[in-house]
């Protein structure tokens, strides 16, 4: 079965790192992705800021261009999910938006049935290709890895389709079918500030610190991320000083998919590991198995 | 002497149309259903830094007083996380009223002027317009261009990292149906 893939802005530049590992993940376990032709920005939480019809249709042009190509959307960024998600609720629910959108579409010869399926890659690998084939790839076994698995918000809040939204654990089955010992984290849904840690760096930042340092708290060697912002705010401002009364907590922050990867023995450059400000190798060193080159 | 200070919201003041504007809005319809439980302020991660809370911030709107609602940085503060959504007990879809209250506080222009928030999200839109997609340092550079141009010195170290680790791209991206993409925002809006 092929998936239509919608990578997003983010997985195209700082998030580079998750497309990456994904692709490579994605070869290992011999799933076909066909990237959207000529896919554009979702609008992420931005653009819905400033114009709501606008910005549905923005994400509807997406959706069009998917349904035009055939099969399940595979969506990793976690803002590109949730606006895909929400702008289908939005073209049942509201007679207004449905009427506004299809006329932008229609304008330019595009056209939306409403038939095209979002998916996570959580949800796809969980639910589609399944744990047993997920861990029967595994050749080095991520032995004596702690990982605290933090989700972020957008991917199961306010639609949570495939896993709980309060305390989620599709992640934590996939990495733990890949031998790593997952961690208590109460804190894996809770926001790390989005894009405010590029506009309002000190009030980011500092709900960044509690993420990190509730992780540190809880044993883990590392964060396992979803969402390329997530990444991005936990990775790099790690030597910002949170607050006169804390310490700053250093932690690697990588993503699932780079950790799958190294289960799988693939090349630690190729799963894009050398694009973390705040190097994983150390943390890396904890796992039993020989890493390959 | 302490200087002087209004202590009590008057009844004159209120916009009637607010409110009425913000319920039609989608996503809205919930309004009137809020019994203050503060469930919302609770659960929200940047309450604490917020002029009014979000429970505050929907009593307001539903009271009609446009003015310190639009000029609130709770809006703003808001990083959609949709925490309050999904605890609030009567449904209130709080952070798509959120999403509202930013339309309308950049349409009429009620924000502090430099503020970066609002500043991110018109070159966000401005940007996507213009090439279909996002180029993250661009938007970066922009932001800060027209807020606080000295940040970006300040962030010589982040961008050292970003260089170090291949993530700093100077790059435009673009799709290759901008013409197509415009008309369609355009006809979508009514023009």
């Not at chain 1, 972020?152 to 389709?161: L, S």
């Not at chain 1, 799963?271 to 190798?281: D, F, T």
């Not at chain 2, 506080?105 to 991110?120: G, H, M, N, T």
């Amino acid at each position: 079965m092929k998936y239509g893939y919608f990578p997003g802005c983010s997985l195209k530049g700082t998030g580079r790192a998750y497309e990456e590992s994904l692709l490579e993940v994605l070869r290992a376990l011999e799933i076909e992705i066909q990237e959207l032709p000529d896919w554009n920005c979702c609008g992420a939480t931005a653009y819905m800021a400033v114009d709501e019809i606008k910005a549905f249709t923005l994400a509807a042009r997406n959706l069009a261009i998917a349904e035009k190509q055939g099969g399940d959307l595979m969506t990793p960024c976690a803002a590109c999910y949730l606006v895909l998600v929400k702008t289908q609720h939005y073209l049942k629910e509201y007679p207004k938006v449905r009427d506004a959108v299809h006329r932008g579409l229609n304008a330019v010869g595009l056209r939306y049935e409403g038939k095209v399926k979002v998916r996570h890659p959580l949800d796809i690998l969980t639910n589609d290709i399944g744990l047993d084939a997920i861990r029967a790839r595994v050749k080095q076994p991520l032995k004596g890895l702690k990982v605290a698995t933090y989700y972020g918000c957008q991917v199961v809040r306010p639609y949570a389709t495939f896993d709980h939204q309060d305390y989620p654990t599709t992640m934590d089955r996939i990495l733990e079918a890949c031998g790593a010992e997952i961690v208590h984290y109460p804190l894996k849904t809770k926001c790390c500030g989005g894009s405010l840690t590029g506009t309002l760096t000190e009030v980011g930042a500092r709900l960044c610190h509690i993420l990190r340092a509730e992780a540190k708290r809880q044993g883990a060697d590392l964060i396992a991320t979803l969402c390329p912002l997530c990444q991005f705010n936990l990775d790099a401002y790690q030597d910002k000083q949170p607050g006169q009364w804390f310490e700053p907590v250093k932690l690697p922050v990588v993503y699932f998919t780079q950790l799958m990867g190294l289960a799988y023995g693939l090349s630690e450059k190729k799963l894009g590991l050398g694009r973390n400000i705040v190097s994983a190798a150390p943390a890396l060193r904890h796992r039993s198995a020989v890493t390959t080159a | 002497m302490q200087a002087i200070r209004q202590m009590i919201k008057l009844d004159a003041e209120r916009d009637r149309g607010f409110a009425a504007d913000i319920m039609a809005a989608p996503g809205g319809e919930q309004l009137e259903r809020c019994f203050q439980c503060g469930t919302c302020s609770g659960v929200c991660p940047l309450s604490i830094y917020m002029d009014y809370t979000p429970r505050r911030v929907i009593y307001l709107t539903r009271a009609g007083f446009k003015q310190e609602v639009l000029k609130s940085n709770t809006i703003w503060l808001c990083a959609s996380c949709y925490a309050c959504t999904v605890d609030c007990p009567k449904g209130i879809h709080i952070t798509d009223i959120m999403y509202a209250l930013k339309q309308r506080a950049i349409r009429e222009r009620l924000y502090p002027r430099a503020f970066p928030i609002p500043v991110l999200a018109r070159e966000f839109f401005k940007m996507v317009r213009s090439t279909g997609r996002t180029s993250e340092s661009w938007l970066v550079i922009r932001l800060l261009m027209n807020t606080n141009i000295l940040k970006l010195f300040g962030m010589w170290r982040l961008g050292l990292n970003l260089m170090r680790t291949g993530r700093f791209s100077l790059k435009t991206e673009r799709i290759r149906q901008t013409g197509e993409l415009r008309r369609m925002l355009d006809a979508a809006s009514g023009k």
